[in-house]
Each structure stands twice: as C-alpha cells, then as structure tokens.
C-alpha cells in the first residue's frame, strides 16, 4: 500500500462535494476534506447536482485508468492520492487489509476474518460502511457461497453493480 492513506476521526476542514462519471463504473459521489479523499460511492438512481470532478483531478485519473482495465495506470495513480478513512478502529483496520489485497484477487469474508481475528459478519458490516468504494476494494470480498452482499444490499442495483465492479478487475480466481 503506496497511497497516502490515513485513518482518523473526523477533523475539522473544507469538505466539497463532486460528482464524477465514467463508463463502464457509472455516476459516483466524491467528497474531499481539504484535499484528502474521505468519500467515494456509486450513485444508484438520480444523481445529486454536483459539480463535475476536472478529467485532470488524480481521482478522476486513477478511475478512468481502472474503467479502462489499464490496472498499471490505476495503481500509479491510486499510489499518489491522499485518502483518509473515517470510521471506527476495526473498520479502518478492515479499510487497511483490503487494501493490501493485489489487484486482480478476491478474498472471502470468512479468510478476512480470520486474518483479522473477527467474524465474517463483523467484517462484512465494516465492508458495507467503506467509504472510499473502488479504490479500498470491498467489492472483492465474496462470500463463501457466492457474492454476498454489496452496500448492505443482497440483491438489485447494488448487487449488479458488484458484479461489474469484480468483472472490471479482472477477479476470477479466489487466491
């Protein structure tokens, strides 16, 4: 993990709100305090009236690479953003394992469990509340039996989104 990527409870700072699309991935939802990444989610239905992320923005560069499939892009470009996860301590510690997961590889929510020492339910709660989607990977962690669940949903729009995002990512084999 190369990124600037750290963990805190919320401070005080500029938050600004952009909206930024690209296919195959869709509409998503960016938020940034000051300049740290601290939200990034799919829109599922009618997207609020943002203003557009600049196509120059190192986010906005990082995701076309990653809708491209130029996964070598992606990670040079996921490498030099400055993210901060909010949250509790053990969902940022399932925040920094998923991280650590390479491209390309899905894991199951019981083998994060058990890496972290938690049950799989715990870990998939802390999955659903990731609030940086796409680039801290929750959408490669499957269940045992399947896909699971994705943003707290176990099937429709969420779930379909899931399913492209693993597609995207090349992710077939569980390793």
């Not at 076309?64 to 940022?92: K, S």
């Not at 058990?114 to 799989?120: G, I, K, V």
């Not at 039996?145 to 077939?172: F, H, M, P, T, V």
């Amino acid at each position: 993990m190369d990124s600037s990527l750290s963990f805190s409870a919320p401070v005080p700072g500029i938050v600004s709100r952009w909206r930024y699309s690209v296919a195959p991935i869709g509409t998503l939802t960016l938020e940034f305090c000051d300049a740290a990444l601290i939200g990034l989610s799919p829109v599922f239905g009618q997207a609020e009236e943002l203003p557009d992320l600049p196509a120059d923005h190192p986010v906005a560069q990082a995701l076309v690479a990653y809708a491209a499939g130029d996964f070598e892009a992606y990670e040079r470009c996921r490498r030099r953003l400055l993210l901060r996860v909010l949250g509790t301590p053990f969902q940022q510690q399932v925040c920094r394992a998923l991280q650590e997961i390479p491209l390309g590889q899905i894991r199951s929510y019981g083998e994060l469990a058990s890496r972290l020492q938690n049950a799989p339910r715990a870990v998939g709660q802390a999955c659903r509340r990731n609030p940086i989607a796409i680039l801290i990977p929750c959408h490669r962690i499957l269940a045992k039996d399947g896909l699971g669940g994705y943003a707290g949903e176990r099937e429709g729009a969420a779930l379909s989104y899931k399913k492209l995002q693993i597609g995207r990512a090349s992710c077939r084999e569980r390793v």
